[in-house]
C-alpha cells in the first residue's frame, strides 16, 4: 500500500524528527475524538449523505503518535494523504478504491492555540476535520480531482473554506467565533481565483 500513497497539501521533504514534535496528551485526545465526531456529524448532514452513503471505510483520521514521517509535515495542521485501498481477498484492478487518511498535525495545532490566546482546541479541531472532511467529499464524489495543479488547489481551499464557514456559522459551540476569525483571510477574496 505504501508505495500508492500520494499527499494532498504535502509542500516539502520531512527532514524533522518525529520524536521531538508534541504531541496532543490523553485530555487533549478526548476533545479531538469528540472534535471528529461532531465534524463528520455536520458534513454528513450538510451533504445529505445517508449512513449507506457515508464515507465509512474510506477515510480515517489520526494523529502524530500514529503518522509515520511521510504523513508528517510542518506548516499545515492537517494533511490527507490517499492511498489505494483493495477488498479482501480479490485481485482484480476494478476492485481498488481510495482511501484517505486526514493526519492531523499536533505540533502545527498546538503551537497556534499558544499563538493565538483564546482560541481552544475542541472549536480548532472542529473546523479543521470539517474541513479536510469536505476535500474527501469532494473527491470522492468528482467535484475536485485529488492531482489537480498547485493554482487548482489554492482555489479549491478557498471553495472549501468557505463551504466549512457556511456548514460551522449556524453551529453553537464555544470559542467557535475565534477560530472562524483566524480563517478570515481565506473568506476574503483572492486575485484570479474563481468561487465556484
Known sequence: ???????????????????????????????????????????????????????????????????????????????????????????????????????????SILAALKQSPGMELFPFILYIVAHELIHIVRFSKFIQSFDASCKEKTAEEKRVHGKTREILSSVKVAGLTDVLKFYNKWHMPFDGLRNG
Open 1 to 107: 500500500m505504501r508505495e500508492n500513497l500520494k499527499i494532498y497539501m504535502n509542500s516539502g521533504k520531512n527532514e524533522f524528527i518525529m520524536k521531538q514534535l508534541e504531541k496532543f496528551n490523553l485530555d487533549q485526545l478526548k476533545v479531538v475524538n469528540n472534535s471528529v465526531a461532531m465534524a463528520e456529524e455536520l458534513v454528513s448532514n450538510f451533504y445529505k449523505m445517508s449512513e449507506a452513503q457515508w464515507l465509512h471505510r474510506r477515510y480515517d483520521v489520526k494523529t502524530l503518535i500514529d503518522l509515520c514521517p511521510d504523513e508528517t509535515t510542518n506548516g499545515h495542521f492537517a494533511q490527507i494523504v490517499r492511498y489505494k485501498g483493495q477488498l479482501k481477498d480479490t485481485s482484480l484492478s476494478s476492485s481498488t478504491y481510495d482511501f484517505y487518511k486526514i493526519c492531523l498535525q499536533d505540533h
